[in-house]
């Protein structure tokens, strides 16, 4: 394709993406589909630009204020992915020239907000948590925000051992690294094609960030339990609970999204479980819930939260959520905690996780739960728990009495956990 036509088509993506009305990812799919001729290469280029403009969103537009032309086409030299050369096939001489007075910036000499490119109220928030000072952790998040996740795989235990899928990606091609704390995980860097090869048709691996995995782990589902994934959704973490059981038991999967369940049906076909039960429920009190109160081994909450922990993956979220939709997610998120705190039968664990790094979401929700329920429910220490569940260096994985996973030194997505034993 002629490098006028894609930069003119990532013009076009861009004026879409910034209404922010929708999530990028699926304002990028919507827009291959109608778009089907092109390439591997003008996606690539197309999604890669889209991403890097959403990370460094501030930093694009206070420089796009000067050039001519429209705003988005600005927008897409700036951020694009798509090689100098190529690019340089597109511009005219006055664009070129004006690219060239960008790349002589040094951007550390620019003022804090362009640098780290967050919004007011998340910089805030994680300043406080983390430190700004040198040898604070917030400048080192904001450069682990800035650049693409790996690709994590977690091994289906049931059907495969973790060596024998590393040597089987090696024969197709694709380098894999041990994941440095989960023991089912696979690392790969880049975004190698895997839907296409057995390992992948046949059920042996799942894309599953190595955090996410920790959940599942921590939750610890024994043989010939009942467990419930209470928020499942599209049923990553369902699976990695149903292999660990070594499908036996019943694990239920609840989400009140019945089109999320449906995602789960064909990852549950190529898993070879038999012992998960999806069904949809209206909300955390649904009857589905009253009829197994006090029945269950353990309970997994990864509970809907404003995703905050993935925007390596999803930068677009910081630009989309705001004090408001944190405040009221919060109150959702008490809410779903309570009624699935029903389930337990006496003896049994409860799991609250989020992929959010802020503490609102995270040690507020935990600590006000703690102290609601402490006549019926005990705080476990979960570093002793990931322990017993095998997973390596477990203490860098704690804060406090809780899980805390940060990109920047862990390098999985943001994650927290806190677990609870039923009295």
């Not at 696979?186 to 894309?207: A, D, H, M, Y």
């Not at 699935?340 to 609102?360: E, H, I, N, W």
């Amino acid at each position: 394709m002629h490098p006028n036509a894609l930069l003119d088509l990532c013009t076009e993506l861009l004026r879409a993406v910034l209404r922010l009305d929708q999530p990028a990812d699926a304002v990028v799919s919507a827009y291959f589909r109608q778009h089907r001729a092109l390439g591997t290469r003008e996606r690539h280029t197309l999604a890669e630009t889209t991403y890097t403009l959403l990370r460094q969103r501030l930093l694009f537009q206070h420089m796009a204020q000067s050039g001519s032309g429209a705003l988005e086409r600005r927008l897409a030299i700036l951020a694009w992915q798509g090689g100098d050369v190529y690019l340089r096939g597109a511009l005219g001489p006055q664009e070129q020239a004006w690219l060239a007075e960008f790349a002589k910036i040094d951007r550390s000499t620019l003022p804090e907000k362009l640098r780290h490119n967050l919004p007011d109220w998340l910089a805030a928030p994680l300043k406080a948590t983390l430190g700004d000072g040198p040898e604070g952790g917030f400048w080192p998040l904001v450069q682990a925000l800035s650049e693409p996740a790996p690709l994590d795989l977690r091994v289906n235990t049931v059907k495969a051992k973790r060596e024998e899928v590393q040597a089987a990606l090696a024969a197709g091609g694709i380098h894999a690294e041990p994941t440095p704390f989960s023991p089912w995980g696979l690392r790969v860097q880049g975004k190698p094609g895997l839907s296409k090869l057995p390992v992948f048709t046949g059920g042996s691996i799942e894309v599953q960030d190595e955090g996410s995995q920790l959940l599942a782990l921590l939750t610890d589902p024994k043989r010939g339990e009942m467990v419930v994934d209470f928020c499942a959704g599209a049923g990553g973490k369902t699976l990695a609970l149903g292999a660990a059981m070594r499908n036996t038991g019943r694990l239920y999967a609840f989400d009140v999204s019945g089109h999320r369940l449906d995602a789960l049906k064909p990852r549950l076909a190529r898993s070879g479980l038999s012992n998960v039960h999806p069904a949809q429920i209206a909300h955390e009190r649904d009857d589905r819930i009253k009829r197994l109160a006090g029945k269950i081994d353990r309970v997994l909450v990864d509970a809907p939260c404003s995703g905050l922990g993935t925007l390596r993956r999803n930068p677009d979220l910081k630009w989309r959520q705001s004090p408001t939709s944190v405040a009221e997610l919060q109150a959702k998120q008490r809410a779903i905690l309570a009624g699935a705190a029903r389930l337990l039968k006496p003896g049994g664990r409860l799991v609250y996780a989020t992929c959010s790094l802020l503490a609102d979401e995270n040690e507020a929700v935990a600590d006000a739960f703690s102290a609601e329920r402490a006549a019926d429910f005990a705080p476990m220490p979960v570093q002793a728990l990931l322990e017993a569940a095998h997973v390596e260096r477990a203490a860098e994985l704690v804060q406090g009495p809780w899980l805390r996973l940060w990109p920047h030194r862990h390098g999985t997505d943001g994650f927290f956990a806190a677990v609870w034993q039923r009295r």
